[in-house]
């Protein structure tokens, strides 16, 4: 086949597959595929969140990591309504962003107590019948769990240069500096 041949059919694959991307998954020729890319490079390849080996067996347990998610979408709620309390007005928005990346980060690579009281907290069925994991008291402590005092004192940073910065660029561009 010629490379032209190989380019047009790549093509209509991902053409195809744009518009319906959930027949990749029973697609027996894709499989082969990414199965042979994973062969060449010698590992996996992975899209999507890396939960490293800590929370890898989730990718094999549906139900598990759909509550995975909805623990970590209600984390994220809550350090948004925990950083929106403490009035921090413009400064809030990068204060909360910079929150979730420590989140992320802290989920990633969990000290084995964070690990645990995750694992527990995904098997209480009670916290899982909503959207949302409604009970605060979990998830508060949760989070002081996931973000240390070197973590506040990161977003603290980042939020605090944040803020400087748009105060030089009002001043800048108000031209109140002389």
Same mark, same amino acid.
């Given at each position: 086949?010629?490379?032209?041949?190989?380019?047009?059919?790549?093509?209509?694959?991902?053409?195809?597959?744009?518009?319906?991307?959930?027949?990749?998954?029973?697609?027996?020729?894709?499989?082969?595929?990414?199965?042979?890319?994973?062969?060449?490079?010698?590992?996996?390849?992975?899209?999507?969140?890396?939960?490293?080996?800590?929370?890898?067996?989730?990718?094999? +347990?549906? #139900? &598990?990591? @759909?509550?995975?998610?909805?623990?970590?979408?209600?984390?994220? =709620? $809550?350090?948004?309504? *925990? !950083?929106?309390?403490?009035?921090?007005?413009?400064?809030?928005?990068?204060?909360?962003?910079?929150?979730?990346?420590?989140?992320?980060?802290?989920?990633?690579?969990?000290?084995?107590?964070?690990?645990?009281?995750?694992?527990?907290?995904?098997? +209480?069925? #009670? &916290?899982? @019948?909503?959207?949302?994991?409604?009970?605060?008291?979990?998830? =508060? $402590?949760?989070?002081? *769990? !996931?973000?240390?005092?070197?973590?506040?004192?990161?977003?603290?940073?980042?939020?605090?240069?944040?803020?400087?910065?748009?105060?030089?660029?009002?001043?800048?561009?108000?031209?109140?500096?002389?």
């Amino acid at each position: 086949m010629s490379q032209q041949e190989q380019s047009d059919n790549q093509s209509t694959f991902n053409q195809e597959n744009a518009v319906n991307p959930m027949g990749l998954l029973f697609d027996e020729e894709w499989l082969r595929k990414g199965v042979e890319a994973e062969d060449k490079v010698g590992g996996n390849i992975g899209a999507g969140l890396d939960w490293g080996s800590a929370f890898g067996f989730l990718a094999f +347990n549906l #139900e &598990l990591l @759909g509550r995975f998610t909805t623990l970590r979408i209600s984390l994220n =709620r $809550e350090v948004r309504l *925990l !950083l929106n309390n403490w009035n921090l007005g413009t400064a809030t928005k990068i204060a909360v962003k910079s929150a979730r990346e420590r989140i992320l980060e802290n989920f990633r690579l969990p000290t084995p107590e964070v690990r645990e009281y995750i694992l527990a907290t995904l098997e +209480n069925d #009670e &916290l899982y @019948g909503e959207e949302f994991i409604s009970n605060r008291e979990i998830l =508060r $402590e949760l989070l002081g *769990l !996931l973000l240390r005092q070197e973590d506040w004192e990161t977003i603290a940073a980042v939020t605090a240069d944040s803020l400087k910065q748009e105060i030089i660029h009002q001043a800048v561009s108000d031209k109140i500096s002389a």
